[in-house]
């Protein structure tokens, strides 16, 4: 089973309560501010480029292009499988609702 189908396949209101009672990883404060965030992803990819690769330019345009090209396909997929997981979560709520209420 792909990615894809294994997180819609875990779409449900039972595993959102299960995540948000039993799940220890929430446990690091994550940064707020987005652009700091992003620059310190960029700092570490460039420390740990120049610590395993030492003989990598990681100051190279065509390296870190093909880096950001790489990384740009898992984010447009992960933003999309996101906001479709997002709706399909609110659609089973709105469904649970329904069925609480007796409708």
């Known amino acids: 089973m792909g990615i894809y189908q294994e997180v819609m396949r875990r779409v449900n209101t039972g595993s959102l ?4 009672l039993y799940e220890e990883d929430q446990s690091t404060e994550q940064d707020k501010n ?3 965030r992003v620059a310190k992803a960029y700092e570490t990819l460039l420390s740990q480029l120049k610590e395993r690769f030492p003989e990598v330019d ?9 880096i950001i090209n790489f ?3 898992f984010e447009e ?3 999309e499988m996101g906001l479709t997981a997002g709706f399909q979560m609110y ?4 469904k649970r609702i329904q069925e609480i ?3």
Do not use: H, Q, T, W
């Open 17 to 20: 309560a299960s995540y948000l």
């Open 34 to 36: 987005l652009e700091r």
């Open 58 to 66: 990681p100051d190279d345009d065509d390296l870190m292009d093909i």
């Open 71 to 73: 990384s740009r396909v």
């Open 77 to 79: 997929a992960y933003f």
């Open 91 to 94: 659609r089973n709520m709105d």
């Open 101 to 103: 209420k007796g409708e």
